[in-house]
């Protein structure tokens, strides 16, 4: 057998490239240019050495993944296994190469002990980037790895987590190689290659935590040569993931490229930077969003909320509900039409946000001082000192604790020493004083959104500012996922709004606005009326998706079409929605799920009653569970004590 260097696949002996990443399996000596078989040490025509770098100690995933990722990927594998399904799951990911770029030159005539030095803090720079942002190291390569985000653990987001990985690791490694580059002489850098594609994930052992996948297509080569073709200390994207991650990142268009194995070149992108939007609903205005249709008496309630927040009664409106069915839509049609006369400060949540704790506080506060990306320290300075004072000379006491948590601290400050529950408390205190001050010079609509990634720091300053709503001219905004559970403390204030699918005749709109009124698109608008259920964002998605496959022709609002597909295809925007979505089941609720899918989209109790193995007073709650997750795809939300259910 011929193991490759690259992901450590094992080839017939015979084999010439590696099956699995496309990888060479035939070296060439570096003098003379002769083959050199695998496992040679030397060159057998010149002598000039020629192994492969010192790999770092054999290790199974168990050794390096931290242990509340391990504990969620055996949960995942729990679940694989209660479902039974040998063939694997099917599923959308992105692939993350990354190795040491000219490692074998470099630590060719090094003892192997030091060369392992001198690799494995590079591996562990890259794992810990991947382990950031939750991803699953699936092989440690010698002197590089292979990282998978959206499987085992599935993210709706998978695509952005590889990406900031990518760049958090490119900025450890400059750091690791300016000090290695002072203290040693030594430069290192690192290339990443990046893909999103789909992989079949066959098994999860639970004792090393190996995952076996099978790559659909070319989804592992593709990674493997977007890495190879990297240039040094750069970072280079396929097609499919530049359009999933294009407005949150930079990138630079590389033209195409031929990739053994593909017959038609690819398109390269070098990815540079984050770009300046942070959310789908900012994504989806760049991208410019459809006509805004219904929801007329939400927009009543929000009005009246303001109304009495303006007057003094400081009121909190919470919408919840599923993704995409346009809770981040809404507010942005509230802002455009009833807040000309407030000051409106927004913030939001992000998936792989609960580990940066304040987040979005921080956000608000930068917000609310005008500080900008590109504002230095001193700016910093001025723009707070300058607004606090001219709002309130008597506030100047909260500076320190508003500079602290934007990460500036004054020469002798005690607040780097204090006590952190003191600190965190008085930092709350300061501002929500600050909001609370502001208010009585104009009304204040603070807006928080997708409170179910919210980190519990700035839960806990919500719960601060909620006890001093009363008498404040605040409208306290939040939307999020049913899923998430907040007890807001002033239920005397709190006005919960339930955003439900649109009906038929809104969708029928919606449609209309996305795709024209051509006769000959009714046979397509009926099918993803079916598919979509109501849903705006599935509906808006699935468009761009036929759009992107010329399967439309035309402009926005002005398409047609040549022949309706006989199926849809599901986007990967709203793959990694369910997938994520499915995955935060418990695995009793995954169980019925996978049976429910085989038994229809429409069944009755006594039928499931009869097919699943469990007692009325466990199977209810269950199913209780899935309807409510299953809403946003049916559009209704019948009790399970009806004669027949809906689920997707």
């Known amino acids: 057998m011929a193991q490759c260097t690259k992901c450590g696949f094992e080839n017939p002996a015979s084999a010439n490239f590696c099956q699995q990443c496309g990888r060479s399996l035939i070296r060439q000596c570096r003098r003379c240019g002769n083959a050199v078989p695998p496992g040679a040490r030397f060159c057998s025509s010149c002598g000039e050495p020629c192994s492969d770098p010192a790999p770092v100690a054999p290790t199974s995933p168990v050794s390096y993944t931290p242990p509340h990722l391990a504990e969620r990927i055996r949960s995942e594998q729990a679940a694989l296994e209660a479902r039974g399904e040998p063939a694997g799951e099917r599923k959308t990911i992105t692939v993350l190469f990354a190795d040491m770029a000219g490692s074998t030159a470099l630590i060719h005539d090094l003892d192997p002990e030091e060369a392992h030095r001198l690799i494995t803090p590079v591996i562990e720079l890259m794992m810990e980037a991947v382990h950031y942002y939750e991803g699953y190291v699936a092989k440690s390569l010698g002197d590089g790895i292979l990282a998978l985000f959206g499987a085992p653990i599935a993210h709706e987001d998978h695509p952005q987590r590889a990406l900031y990985a990518a760049l958090r690791m490119q900025k450890a490694m400059q750091r690791h190689s300016d000090r290695l580059r002072l203290e040693q002489g030594i430069s290192l850098q690192i290339r990443v290659g990046i893909h999103t594609g789909e992989v079949v994930v066959r098994s999860i052992r639970k004792d090393d935590l190996h995952t076996d996948y099978d790559p659909v297509g070319h989804t592992i080569h593709i990674a493997s040569r977007m890495e190879t073709m990297a240039a040094l200390s750069s970072i280079f994207v396929s097609e499919s993931t530049h359009r999933l991650a294009q407005g949150y990142f930079a990138f630079k268009p ?101 580990a940066f704790a304040y987040l979005p506080l921080i956000e608000l506060v930068k917000n609310y001082f005008q500080i900008e990306a590109h504002d230095d320290e001193r700016r910093y300075r001025e723009k707070v000192a300058g607004r606090v004072v001219m709002l309130d000379r008597a506030l100047e006491d909260v500076l320190p604790y508003l500079l602290h948590l934007l990460g500036i601290s004054e020469p002798g400050s005690a607040l780097p020493n204090m006590d952190a529950r003191i600190r965190r408390q008085r930092t709350f205190e300061a501002i929500t004083s600050l909001l609370c001050r502001e208010s009585r010079n104009q009304p204040l609509v603070l807006l928080f959104e997708d409170l179910q990634w919210l980190d519990s720091e700035t839960e806990a300053f919500l719960d601060v500012l909620i006890e001093r709503l009363p008498g404040a001219r605040i409208l306290l905004l939040l939307n999020y996922r049913p899923e998430y559970q907040h007890g807001q403390g002033r239920k005397d204030l709190y006005i919960p709004l339930r955003l439900d699918p649109l009906g038929q005749a809104e969708a029928q709109q919606l449609l209309a606005a996305l795709l024209g009124d051509d006769p000959a698109l009714m046979p397509l608008k009926s099918l993803i009326l079916e598919k979509t259920e109501g849903n705006p964002f599935f509906m808006e998605e699935v468009v761009q998706t036929l759009c992107e496959e010329k399967a439309l022709l035309g402009e926005p609002g002005h398409y047609r079409i040549e022949k309706t597909p006989a199926a849809l295809h599901i986007p990967t925007t709203v793959q990694g929605v369910l997938a994520a979505r499915i995955d935060r089941l418990s695995r009793a609720g995954k169980d019925l799920l996978q049976t429910l899918a085989v038994i229809g989209k429409e069944f009755s109790l006594s039928l499931v009653q009869r097919v699943v193995a469990l007692p009325d007073d466990q199977l209810r709650p269950l199913l209780a569970q899935l309807e409510l997750g299953s809403s946003f795809m049916s559009g209704q939300h019948s009790p399970i004590s009806n004669t027949r259910s809906s689920m997707h």
């Open 254 to 354: 590389l033209g195409v490229a031929q990739v053994k194995g593909i017959p038609m070149p690819l398109a390269v992108y070098e990815l540079t930077g984050t770009g300046p939007l942070r959310t789908r609903l900012q994504v989806a205005a760049h991208r410019g969003l459809a006509r805004f249709v219904g929801r007329e008496a939400e927009l009543e309630t929000l009005q009246r909320a303001l109304e009495l927040s303006a007057a003094g009664r400081g009121q909190i409106v919470a919408v919840v509900g599923e993704a995409g069915v346009g809770k981040s839509r809404l507010f942005h049609e509230f802002k455009a039409r009833s807040l000309g006369s407030c000051l409106t400060l927004e913030t939001f949540s992000v998936s792989h946000g609960k």
